[in-house]
């Protein structure tokens, strides 16, 4: 074999090992994110587009029961999740034993609490039937709102965990209808008024501004994005998300939800 050919097979085994160090790097630049049914998902959806223009592909997956995000993520079948507050991670966690943690926050969706029959809580009638959503942790977000309303009392204690067994006031007698929260803005027609989150408000057509109270933007249940504890620290996810948290996407949701869904960075 003369210099030529020789010189011509080292370059030709040295690009092959290139490439196949390479392909594993490729694969790799990939993410599977997944969300609840809604409008979370096309935050999360523009936020890839940018992801794509740096070299990172995202797959959004949307999952239509709100147990199955964080079930999919601890067992590795996503990478990230972004679709539930510290609360609703936490109580999983402890009933679950999931080994996950929360990262950084993404947006802000104020509850709020609608009714079709009164245009004040004040006007509640005794023995009102009043609609909070069934899991426990939402379920806690309607009860402090209505509690900030003033129309019941909780146990401090109780703190975040509480529920309708920690009401320690109830001067009009309500009694509290849980049910799915996708239900509850169709429940409007048949309850006093109901606690409904701004996701499944904003799918509903309900306006804020007809709610008669909302959620502050600051408060403890802003929407976190959730991984693995093994993988918080993935240079893929800390990249994602912050793609999400930039200005682009700050526009996007101003522009897009006019007020429903806020940026929470």
Same mark, same amino acid.
């Given at each position: ?11 030709? @085994? ?9 392909? =594993? ?18 935050? @999360? ?23 199955? =995000? %964080? ?9 990230? %999740? ?27 969706? =104020? ?61 009009? %007698?309500?009694?509290? !209808? ?17 606690? !409904?989150?701004? %996701? ?19 408060? !403890?249940?802003? *929407? ?10 993935? =240079? ?12 682009? *996407? ?16």
């Amino acid at each position: 074999m003369n210099r030529r050919s020789i010189l011509a097979s080292i370059i030709g @085994l040295a690009l092959s090992g290139a490439a196949i160090f390479h392909t =594993p790097a490729l694969a790799d630049s990939s993410l599977k994110v997944g969300v609840s049914a809604g409008p979370y998902g096309d935050i @999360l959806r523009e936020a890839a587009k940018l992801a794509e223009k740096d070299g990172l592909r995202v797959e959004v997956i949307e999952f239509s029961d709100w147990n199955q =995000p %964080n079930a999919a993520l601890d067992a590795g079948e996503i990478d990230l %999740n972004a679709f539930q507050h510290k609360p609703y991670l936490d109580n999983q966690i402890k009933a679950r034993g999931y080994k996950l943690v929360a990262l950084d926050k993404a947006i802000s969706v =104020p509850g709020g609490i609608w009714s079709a029959k009164v245009k004040s809580l004040a006007d509640l009638p005794e023995g009102a039937r009043l609609g909070i959503p069934n899991d426990p942790t939402n379920g806690t977000r309607g009860l402090f709102l209505f509690q900030q309303a003033g129309v019941i009392k909780l146990d401090p204690a109780a703190g975040t965990n509480a529920s309708v067994l920690d009401i320690t006031e109830n001067p009009k %007698n309500v009694t509290f !209808v849980e049910l799915d929260a996708a239900q509850l803005p169709r429940s409007l027609d048949d309850l006093d008024a109901s606690f !409904v989150s701004n %996701n499944y408000a904003h799918l509903a057509g309900l306006k804020r501004e007809d709610a008669l109270i909302t959620e502050g933007t600051d408060s !403890v249940w802003a *929407i976190i994005f959730a991984a693995r504890d093994d993988r918080q620290n993935d =240079p893929n996810i800390k990249k994602y998300i912050t793609l999400y948290r930039s200005e682009p *996407i700050r526009a996007f949701i101003e522009q897009k939800f006019e007020g429903s869904i806020l940026p929470a960075f």
